[in-house]
């Protein structure tokens, strides 16, 4: 936002918290600055729902859980507040800041999908941001475009690798032990 003096005004995290609060409409929040993220299509809402149900079936019993894309994510180093299409995490919740509010500082994974409106950013400084969560392990990314699922992982050693699968493949996500079917995950989509 421009302020009659023609400099960009510099929004808290408090301010944001406010604005979410108070408004039916999500919101990102980066560089002290608000903006509303864009709603998805009904495609989109069946491909998040598809990866998310894969996670949660491939869980079991153990310490993980998956969340949908109502739990915001806060980004320590970068300082990034958003909603991601979904997310696991591992053990509790570690929350920012501490208390009631549901924002979360420690994804395990993260689940992204593409829009036209989005694509770039999801695939390039959003991925950005989420490669410095320190217990981020896989962040998966589903194409709006084609049948594309791609997995970004990072190893012991703290490189990251990526994997994608098309229209007839699979793709693993080892730290939930979950296998994602590319075709299963598009059953009934439009998109070839």
């Not at 944001?16 to 929040?29: D, L, N």
């Not at 217990?135 to 594309?148: A, D, F, M, Q």
């Amino acid at each position: 936002m421009m302020t009659s003096s023609g400099r960009v005004h510099r929004y808290s995290y408090a301010d944001y918290v406010g604005v979410e609060q108070t408004s039916s409409t999500k919101h990102e929040f980066v560089d002290g600055q608000i903006y509303a993220m864009a709603g998805g299509s009904a495609e989109h809402a069946a491909l998040a729902v598809r990866v998310l149900a894969a996670l949660e079936n491939a869980l079991g019993e153990g310490p993980c859980r998956v969340y949908s894309s109502d739990l915001r994510l806060f980004i320590e180093s970068s300082g990034l507040a958003t909603f991601p299409d979904g997310c696991v995490i591992c053990g509790p919740v570690k929350k920012h800041p501490p208390g009631p509010e549901a924002t979360a500082l420690n994804p395990s994974v993260i689940l992204e999908v593409t829009s036209d409106s989005s694509e770039e950013y999801d695939t390039g400084a959003k991925l950005a941001h989420y490669r410095t969560i320190p217990t981020l392990r896989e962040c998966i990314i589903v194409s709006h475009r084609e049948r594309r699922i791609t997995v970004h992982s990072r190893g012991e050693d703290g490189t990251w690798q990526t994997r994608a699968a098309v229209a007839g493949d699979r793709v693993q996500v080892p730290i939930v032990r979950a296998e994602l079917v590319v075709d299963q995950v598009y059953r009934n989509s439009e998109i070839r």
